[in-house]
């Protein structure tokens, strides 16, 4: 059995999409995987950072790329909890990511409601892996905010 599965890395990116939940932030969370290694981890820090570009996904490439010293993660794969918007896709082009493995869809900002390709043609892309506590977490946070 295989220790390191997608879902396996999917509970650790699920784990930073808790801590921004309890910091009050989108519960979103990301890591980077290389050779089954995590080397970048984050989750969104916008309220935080007073940074509307500090979504998780843009963090972790951010640390994974000063742990590998390169910009290129064309051998990792990006775990995040929900579908990458329009300027994360546009960085995962940037880095020339191997696979995207994201759990939740983003129906109002998702980078899959844009027509064109926004990811590098040669990324994978898998969906759907822990879909439901993903969107949980997500449903928790709005009902939370609306109360």
């Known amino acids: 059995m295989d220790l390191y599965t997608d879902e396996y890395f999917m509970r650790e990116a699920l784990k930073e999409a808790r801590k921004a939940f309890d910091a009050g ?11 089954n290694k995590i080397i970048g981890r984050a989750h969104n820090q ?9 979504h998780a996904e843009m963090l972790a490439i951010t640390a ?4 590998l010293g390169s ?8 775990y995040v909890t929900l579908e990458p918007c329009v300027m994360c896709a546009g960085a995962l082009h940037w880095v020339q990511l191997q696979q995207l493995v994201f759990g939740a869809s983003d129906v109002q900002r998702g980078y899959s409601l844009i027509q064109s390709p926004l990811l590098h043609p040669k990324t994978l892309v898998k969906k759907g892996v822990g879909v439901a506590e993903s969107k949980e977490l ?4 709005f009902k939370k905010l609306r109360e």
């Open 71 to 78: 910009k290129y993660l064309n051998e990792c794969t990006l």
């Open 25 to 35: 932030e989108v519960p979103v969370g990301a890591v980077v995987v290389c050779q």
């Open 138 to 141: 997500l449903n928790q946070f």
């Open 46 to 54: 916008t309220e935080q950072l007073t940074d509307s570009t500090a």
């Open 64 to 67: 994974a790329s000063n742990f």
